[in-house]
């Protein structure tokens, strides 16, 4: 017996070990799958089945060289994306960073916030606005209370939890011949509703917060040069993580949802719906998933929100320091905690949430990546450690993508609003 457990002691303490190892990358690519993320995947699952599962794993080398790229510029400038834009090329350019981001962040800090009250609601069941204010309370004792390293161990940690997400996948028993065809030779069509789903899956997994926190909290680490290639693994290891997770989800979705024809419009929505499909574990084991979602991402979109909105203003910032320290940061993510609750109560539904967050953040996200682009080629922001040619190609073929899907949904949307087709 004490052999036995010996044998899972030393992988255990390896993957322990990994996940010391691992930083801002991994809790960035954690915090891409938010509740918003899963709703949406989720959403396209159900209506669309395994279609789209290529898209989540090509949408992996777009992520990753995105995250990479933030990375090594939070390394080498020793500054957030909003402090270098507004260096670079004054205050009306970085302003418009600013609003672009923080729109976005603004709807779905609200929706990630009730998605996760809802998580706790389908355990204990009451009404989610129960959980909504002890919930927020807790996350800002974490964020005002806890020390920069505290915080980021807790969510280190945490995203062990989305390994629900991968046992929900298996507890529903999909055909795994058929999924692994619909992957590598997937059935696409100009239908309205692959496209429409393609720009949401796009729109919030390429949301800015996720690289706005890694450029700032690498800067924040203060790492030497000499770990540059350390911080760049870590972003795509990240990364890896995220994409792994969003196939699953879709997986998990396309074989329940999709296959019995149930239309869902939230994460929460999706959980339940799996109870009389794959029983009740596998509907406990996605509210979890979803649960640890929205612990990792309120706090970095509230963080990342903070990070913009005291950059700009000139006042300090960041997690490393204490409350009295950078009393503006700190007032502002509380204030991002605090429009969470009232939205949550304001009764707003939560699939228009949820849609307004993934569409906006498809047509604001190039805006983002453009920026991120061109101060990560800037010399006088780089100098020597500007990024090549690869990384170059991949961050603008990303942006061209993200800007053509929604182009495309923009002209679908207004041709059915004026000639009702």
Partial sequence: MGQISAKFRRPLRRIGNLVRGLGPGLVAGSSDVDPTTVATISVAGASTGYRLSLLTLLIYPM???????????????????????KDLYGRPWSLILLTSVLVVNVITVAADMEAGAAALALVVPIDLRWFVVPYALVLAAVLVLGSYESVVRIFKY???????????????????????????????????????????????????????????????????????????????AGMLVAVAMFWFILITAGTTLGVHHKQVETAQQAAAALRPIAGPLASYLFAAGLLASSVI???????????????????????SKKPAQARAFYAAIL????????????GVAPIRLLFAASIAGGLGTPIGLIFLLLAARSHRAMQ???????????????????????????????????FGH
Avoid: C, N
């Fill in 158 to 236: 945490v995203l062990l939890i989305f390994v629900a997400y991968i046992l929900s996948a298996f507890l529903a028993h999909p055909d795994w011949g058929r999924v692994l065809r619909a992957t590598l030779l997937p059935s696409l069509s100009p239908d309205p509703r692959l496209i429409q789903a393609a720009l949401a899956i796009l729109g919030t997994t390429l949301t800015a917060y996720a690289y706005i926190w890694e450029t700032q909290e690498e800067a924040e680490e203060g790492a030497p040069i000499g770990r540059l290639g350390h911080a760049r693994m870590d972003a795509g």
């Fill in 297 to 319: 991402a309120v706090p970095v979109l509230a963080s990342s929100s903070a990070y913009l909105l005291t950059t700009e203003l000139g006042l300090p910032v960041g997690l």
């Fill in 335 to 346: 204030i991002m905690l605090l429009i969470g609750v009232i939205i949550s109560f304001a």
């Fill in 384 to 418: 020597a450690h500007r990024i090549g040619g690869l990384l170059t190609t991949l961050g603008l073929l990303t942006t061209a993508l993200v800007t053509v899907v929604s182009a495309m949904f923009l002209w679908q949307q207004l041709g059915s609003r004026l």
């Fill in 63 to 85: 992520l990753a060289s995105v995250q990479i790229i933030s990375a090594q510029l939070g390394v080498v400038a020793k500054a957030g994306l909003q402090r270098v834009v």
